[in-house]
């Protein structure tokens, strides 16, 4: 089947709640970096979208959605154009508040551990697990990785500057288990961002932006695979987008170690025909699995259940399906001097028990 792909980044702040830039600023440090779209997801406000700024920026597709609640149970809201009242103790009434305007959303950062070295051990962690109908979760936040890493400012000043990925290099710890969990009794997607804010430190000539908006929209990106190229309409592209964010028909990269477009995830067997990330169908004995990678330098894993069903180094498989079971693809970067680095993550294929129905 073939698809059309867009590369996007989500989780961005701007000037409209504690970011640096403007809503024009970011997309065109968007444009600079290769992006196709990106999400503003400005904290407990749907300003951006208020005032117009959705829409094509010079090639970029904006799309606003918000953050919200304040200390804890952050919730990534998309799809929404009325405000949403912000419930840290009660975030089941956020999710549904969300779901009654038609909209989708992702916990974000739900692991995340804070540190005394910064902002006094702040963290913005979930506490409520029994919630229901959000979307997804983020397993992988670079400045929220960034802030957990170091135990003295001083480090963390040295190796912004010696190698500003060393954080960031592995999701959050329990993030897949978690989603592992969840995936079984559901369907729901993983995506990546950074938490983007572009902060200041210093003036005038002293003046340091740490990890400017066009540094990390070169990080954790998502791509889409889209079965019609994006339209035109700006309301269209947007409809499009938010359709395929919401149903997990895409995958997520660490675009840093390198740009990952190219690489693909379905199921197919002759009863059903072939299904994307996302998608399900029911189990046939000539089920297999489709895995390409753009990297002859990758290691691919197959995750079933949660579990390792397969592991190789290699550039593309076709993996038989015997039983049923939730799939999803890892693909490590190989290294002949060192680990193996995470590099794609991919959303679930469910490959259901077989009831005559695909």
């Known amino acids: 089947m073939p698809y059309f792909e867009y590369t996007g980044h989500l989780h961005i702040h701007s000037t409209f709640s504690d970011g640096k830039g403007s809503v024009p600023q970011i997309a065109a440090a968007a444009r600079e970096a290769g992006l196709d779209f990106i999400g503003i997801t400005d904290h407990n406000t749907l300003a951006a979208r208020e005032q117009g700024l959705e829409g094509w920026h010079g090639g970029v597709l904006v799309i606003v959605g918000t953050e919200l609640n304040t200390a804890k149970n952050h919730y990534l809201a998309f799809g929404v154009s009325e405000p949403v009242p912000p419930s840290d103790a009660d975030p089941q009434k956020v999710i549904d508040a969300v779901a009654a305007q038609g909209g989708f959303g992702y916990l974000a950062h739900p692991l995340e551990q804070g540190n005394p070295a910064f902002q006094d051990g702040c963290a913005f962690p979930w506490d409520q697990w029994e919630v229901k109908g959000f ?5 992988w936040n670079f400045c929220s990785l960034w802030r957990s890493a170091f135990r003295k400012s001083w480090q963390a000043l040295f190796w912004y500057f010696a190698d500003p990925y060393r954080p960031a290099r592995f999701p959050a710890p329990g993030g897949l288990a978690l989603f ?3 995936s079984r009794e559901r369907p729901v997607c993983v995506y990546v961002g950074s938490d983007a804010h572009a902060l200041s ?25 889209l079965e019609a190229p994006l339209a035109e309409d700006a309301a269209a592209a947007r409809a499009q987008l938010l359709g395929a964010l919401r149903r997990g028909q895409f995958f997520c990269c660490s675009d840093y170690l390198q740009q990952g477009r190219g690489f693909r995830f379905s199921a197919f067997n002759a009863a059903c025909g072939e299904v994307g990330m996302g998608g399900r169908l029911a189990h046939t004995p000539d089920t297999v699995l489709r895995v390409s990678s753009p990297s002859s330098r990758s290691v691919i894993r197959i995750i079933k259940n949660g579990r390792l069903a397969y592991q190789g180094k290699q550039k593309s498989l076709a993996f038989k399906v015997l039983k049923p079971g939730v799939f999803r693809v890892e693909v ?11 590099w794609i993550y991919s959303n679930p294929i469910y490959v259901t028990a077989g009831s005559g129905k695909c």
Request: net charge positive; aromatic share 16%.
């Open 135 to 139: 979307s997804g979760l983020e397993i």
């Open 201 to 225: 430190w210093g003036k005038g000539p002293l003046k340091v932006t740490f990890f400017p908006y066009r540094f990390l929209f070169r990080t954790l990106n998502v791509h889409l695979l």
């Open 180 to 182: 592992d969990r969840l």
């Open 332 to 342: 490590y970067r190989h290294s002949l001097l060192g680990a193996d680095l995470p």
